[in-house]
């Protein structure tokens, strides 16, 4: 059973352009959480969607941000109009209704140029 | 509201020494208790979990933590540390809501193991 898969694990991307971050959840896991991770920084609690359905995007700015979890295929952040801040690493985690842990991706590390 | 806090944003031992990182949570619900690792530019590995049950649980590598609910404190402890124990180390709560594992880290603390 593959674990928590991201791709890429590293992307580069010039001030004002797209950033596509993708998440394949560990097979059999309903739930999606991404979280942030600035430099020397703690994670930050972003999104928490199911097949579908966003639940709680409490941590997520306003703008330029969003996230999804289709129904087939990965769940994606979207980040448009890349600013130097967005520079960040980005996680992705897993879990089941009936589990008792959330499994961590090795993340993308964003760098904006 | 969740929150955790996490004294002392660096830890320094000797080889060998006791490793002790301390872990403070508020929560308004009984919540389940987290420690992960993480080395550099690598994702977090679950060291060790607290749900229901045993008050002391043991890790992995030879780290276990003991919840201790009237001191809202969740610390991890590994009695002889080993070089290869560097990383940060981040404590994580969550209120296990909806079937949530929405998770809120401390700010981490980074140990650093001298030969």
């Known amino acids: 059973n593959a674990g928590v898969m991201q791709n890429p694990r590293h992307l580069v991307r010039r001030r004002g352009q797209e950033a596509r971050l993708r998440c394949s959840p560990m097979?059999?896991?309903?739930?999606v959480y991404w979280y942030r991770q600035l430099p020397e920084e703690g994670l930050k609690f972003m999104v928490y969607l199911q097949k579908e359905n966003i639940i709680d995007e409490s941590g997520m700015p306003k703008e330029r941000f969003s996230a999804e979890f289709p129904k087939e295929g990965p769940s994606i952040l979207r980040i448009q109009q890349v600013v130097r801040g967005d520079s960040a690493a980005y996680f992705c985690a897993s879990s089941t209704t009936e589990g008792t842990e959330a499994f961590f991706g090795q993340g993308t590390r964003l760098t904006v140029v | 509201a969740q929150s955790v806090t996490q004294l002392g944003s660096h830890v320094s031992v000797s080889e060998g020494a006791l490793v002790l990182l301390r872990c403070n949570y508020s929560s308004s619900v009984p919540p389940y208790l987290f420690w992960y690792v993480q080395y550099p530019n690598q994702g977090l590995q679950l060291l060790l979990k607290y749900t229901t049950g045993a008050t002391l649980v043991k890790g992995i590598n030879g780290f276990e933590a003991e919840f201790k609910k009237s001191e809202t404190s969740f610390h991890l402890t590994k009695p002889s540390a080993h070089m290869s124990d560097a990383a940060e180390y981040f404590c994580a709560v969550t209120p296990r809501v909806d079937s949530s594992y929405k998770l809120i880290f401390g700010s981490g603390t980074r140990l650093l193991v001298r030969p």
């Open positions: 097979k059999g896991h309903s739930h």
